[in-house]
């Protein structure tokens, strides 16, 4: 599933409360998005933070990242969750005998 997550600093926090950590905080998303756990990750345009797009099997296991970065280890960031899904769930659209059962992949390796 994919789960958005998007952080707001907290009060009084600012760039200079941050910027020692952020080479860190970097290499650190750097290295879950070559493993395939970030797919997207973007600057806030509207506000200072980030949107991180996960592909994980729940919000709990994404806060488990979150919860590991260098800066909200430091207590400066609030972290919020959208678990996203397929619309619908489509499978109700689909006639009853089509094979909607796990695995999903079953693409010869």
């Known amino acids: 599933m994919k789960i958005l997550a998007y952080d707001n600093?907290?009060?009084g926090v600012t760039l200079?409360?941050?910027?020692?950590?952020l080479p860190e905080e970097v290499s650190?998303?750097?290295?879950?998005?070559?493993?395939?756990i970030v797919r997207e990750n973007y600057a806030r345009a509207d506000v200072g933070g980030v949107i991180i797009v996960?592909?994980?099997d729940s919000v709990e296991e994404?806060?488990?990242?979150?919860?590991?970065?260098?800066?909200s280890k430091a207590g400066l960031?609030?972290?919020h969750f959208i678990a996203l899904d397929a619309p619908l769930p489509l499978e109700f659209l689909f006639d009853p005998s089509v094979d909607i059962a796990k695995p999903w992949d079953r693409t010869a390796a």
């Open 9 to 11: 600093f907290k009060p």
């Open 54 to 56: 996960f592909e994980l």
């Open 62 to 71: 994404a806060r488990r990242y979150t919860d590991d970065f260098p800066l």
């Open 16 to 21: 200079d409360d941050l910027r020692p950590y």
């Open 77 to 79: 960031l609030e972290w």
């Open 28 to 36: 650190n998303v750097w290295r879950l998005w070559k493993a395939g």
